[in-house]
């Protein structure tokens, strides 16, 4: 659904009066880890439908996943160099030096990423004329069908906009009702 919703929006940017499309090379697509796949399918895809190419840089908790989609994507038409996977020798550079080691790099010309406003603002610190967008808060979703346990859906939707303003990523901020529910 995001690669089609990504190549749907691509293809608008050419209706936009007054705009030129001017991508840049290179982007940082750092995603967040909660929920790993469809926060580095997000950043990667809306990278590529940008017009530029990505380097995926993958939380330590969500490694193994976003190499799983690296993979699926080079299995892709798209041309392999397009993606590329920044994978991080733990033993050998801590997460911090891995990370600034890539925004400082001059060839990166931005970055996108899913995280805390903190994060951002310490890439900023390393290279303050880096353009960097990004996306904070969470948005996961309850669903509640015919067979769920209706006092505990409620509880737990309650605490979600009680207790979080569903802005913790564990907790539900959207909920859809399915059939009789």
Same mark, same amino acid.
Do not use: C
């Given at each position: ?12 940017? @050419?209706?936009?009066?007054?705009? +030129?499309?001017?991508?840049? =090379? %290179? ?7 909660? $929920? ?13 439908? #940008?017009?530029? *190419? *990505?380097?995926?840089?993958? *939380? $330590?908790?969500?490694?193994? /996943? ?9 299995? /892709? !038409?798209? $041309?392999?160099?397009? %993606? ?11 997460? @911090?030096?891995? /990370? ?10 931005r970055?996108?990423m899913?995280g805390?406003?903190? /994060?951002? #603002? ?5 290279? #303050? @004329? ?17 067979? *769920?346990?209706? @006092?505990?859906?409620? =509880? !737990? ?10 802005? !913790?990523?564990?907790?539900? +901020? ?8």
């Amino acid at each position: 659904d995001l690669a089609n919703y990504y190549a749907h929006l691509a293809r608008q940017l @050419d209706r936009m009066q007054g705009a +030129s499309f001017e991508p840049v =090379r %290179v982007t940082l697509a750092i995603p967040g880890w909660i $929920p790993p796949l469809s926060s580095a399918a997000n950043v990667v895809l809306s990278v590529l439908a #940008a017009g530029s *190419a *990505a380097i995926l840089v993958p *939380a $330590p908790r969500s490694e193994r /996943t976003a190499a799983i989609l690296a993979r699926v994507l080079w299995a /892709t !038409d798209l $041309p392999s160099n397009l %993606v590329q996977l920044a994978a991080n020798d733990h033993q050998r550079l801590s997460e @911090d030096q891995f /990370t600034r080691e890539l925004i400082v790099d001059e060839r990166i010309e931005r970055v996108l990423m899913q995280g805390q406003y903190e /994060t951002a #603002a310490h890439f900023l610190q390393w290279r #303050a @004329d880096l353009p960097l967008m990004g996306a904070s808060g969470g948005k996961s979703s309850a669903i509640v069908t015919p067979a *769920a346990d209706y @006092d505990l859906a409620a =509880r !737990d939707i309650a605490e979600s906009v009680i207790g979080a303003g569903g802005q !913790d990523p564990l907790r539900p +901020s959207v909920v859809m009702l399915v059939g009789a529910a």
